[in-house]
Nanobody
Framework: QLQLVESGGGLVQPGGSLRLSCTVSGFTLDNYAIGWFRQAPGKEREGISCISRSGDTTNYKDSVKGRFTIYRDNAKNSVYLQMERLKPEDTAVYYC???????????????????WGQGTQVAVLS
């Protein structure tokens, strides 16, 4: 059974850092592009970052560019989102998602991925 599990969320002060993990099971990670999405209360879900199957392509939403870094470790079946200089507006439930539809250098943050995790809460509060 294909499964994605997010972890690493929590409460942090503005300016702080967190590293989210997306650990997969039931499939071979290197066959899938991975996206990170978030949904804040009362808002629509938005794509914030993604990494291609090969790892050579990454994309970021403008609001997180320069603060967030996505990377993958296929040997550990995991993709990570390192988040720095967090802001209150980063508060949301964060989800990872997987898709194998396109080529090894593809990833997108405006795309409906096939498989989703359950999410992890990130709260940035003073």
């Amino acid at each position: 059974q294909l499964q994605l599990v997010e972890s690493g969320g929590g409460l942090v002060q503005p300016g702080g850092s967190l590293r989210l993990s997306c650990t997969v099971s039931g499939f071979t990670l290197d066959n899938y592009a991975i996206g990170w999405f978030r949904q804040a209360p009362g808002k629509e879900r938005e794509g914030i970052s993604c990494i291609s199957r090969s790892g050579d392509t990454t994309n970021y939403k403008d609001s997180v560019k320069g603060r967030f870094t996505i990377y993958r470790d296929n040997a550990k079946n995991s993709v990570y989102l390192q988040m720095e200089r967090l802001k209150p507006e980063d508060t949301a439930v964060y989800y990872c998602a997987a898709d194998s539809a396109y080529g090894s250098s593809w990833c997108g943050i405006l795309y409906e991925y096939d498989y989703w995790g359950q999410g992890t809460q990130v709260a940035v509060l003073s």
